[in-house]
T-cell receptor
Framework: DGGITQSPKYLFRKEGQNVTLSCEQN?????MYWYRQDPGQGLRLIYY???????QKGDIAEGYSVSREKKESFPLTVTSAQKNPTAFYLC???????????????FGAGSRLTVL | RKEVEQDPGPFNVPEGATVAFNCTYS??????FFWYRQDCRKEPKLLMS???SGNEDGRFTAQLNRASQYISLLIRDSKLSDSATYLC??????????FGQGTTLQVKP
């Protein structure tokens, strides 16, 4: 079955440590996204990528980094520079990044990061 | 004013009731908008798209009012399984998607 796989599902980290969240999709989607969700808030865009070896900052990119070396993979690194990293992280993909119906997002199950 | 605003609720309704949510937006000339459903501690999943002509899928009806800049979601004959958070999604003119904070629905027996 096609879909998006995120790992790990739960992650605990000490302050000052970097952590990398994995996101893999086998939907043959061109675009991939990382969102962050905090309690009582909507999803906020961290980074997105429309094509391999290219990515753009979203609305809250500070303290995060990404890479897109393969179409299927879009890992997110939460660095020690991120001031408040405890959150629910969601990876998504879509056929393209334009306006219109083709921009429907498919989400992974999410990774819940807690900084101790 | 936020780009996308939703009443967070919760909306508590009995089974069988009809319930409606609105979502107001600004700065979007998109032709289509979206409603996603998110269960507790799960990922959002597409419920339905919303076009200028509206959209109906079984018990769910979505409407777009471009003049007043809001989209609506109507649920008829509510089921216990409809309990969830409903997120409205508005494409920016750049193509990025802006998510509302969600409206929580609790359907009671």
């Amino acid at each position: 079955d096609g879909g998006i796989t995120q790992s790990p599902k739960y992650l605990f980290r000490k302050e000052g440590q970097n952590v990398t969240l994995s996101c893999e999709q086998n939907l043959n989607h061109d675009a991939m996204y990382w969102y962050r969700q905090d309690p009582g808030q909507g999803l906020r865009l961290i980074y997105y990528s429309q094509i391999v070896n290219d990515f753009q900052k979203g609305d809250i990119a500070e303290g995060y980094s990404v890479s897109r070396e393969k179409k299927e993979s879009f890992p997110l690194t939460v660095t020690s520079a991120q001031k408040n990293p405890t959150a629910f992280y969601l990876c998504a993909s879509s056929m393209n990044h334009g306006l219109g119906g083709a921009n429907v997002l498919t989400f992974g199950a999410g990774s819940r990061l807690t900084v101790l | 004013r936020k780009e996308v605003e939703q009443d967070p609720g919760p909306f508590n309704v009995p089974e069988g009731a009809t319930v409606a949510f609105n979502c107001t937006y600004s700065n979007s000339a998109s032709q289509s908008f979206f409603w996603y459903r998110q269960d507790c501690r799960k990922e959002p999943k597409l419920l339905m798209s919303v076009y200028s002509s509206g959209n109906e899928d079984g018990r769910f009806t979505a409407q777009l009012n471009r003049a007043s800049q809001y989209i609506s979601l109507l649920i008829r004959d509510s089921k216990l399984s409809d309990s969830a958070t409903y997120l409205c999604v508005v494409p920016r003119n750049t193509g990025k998607l802006i998510f509302g904070q969600g409206t929580t629905l609790q359907v009671k027996p």
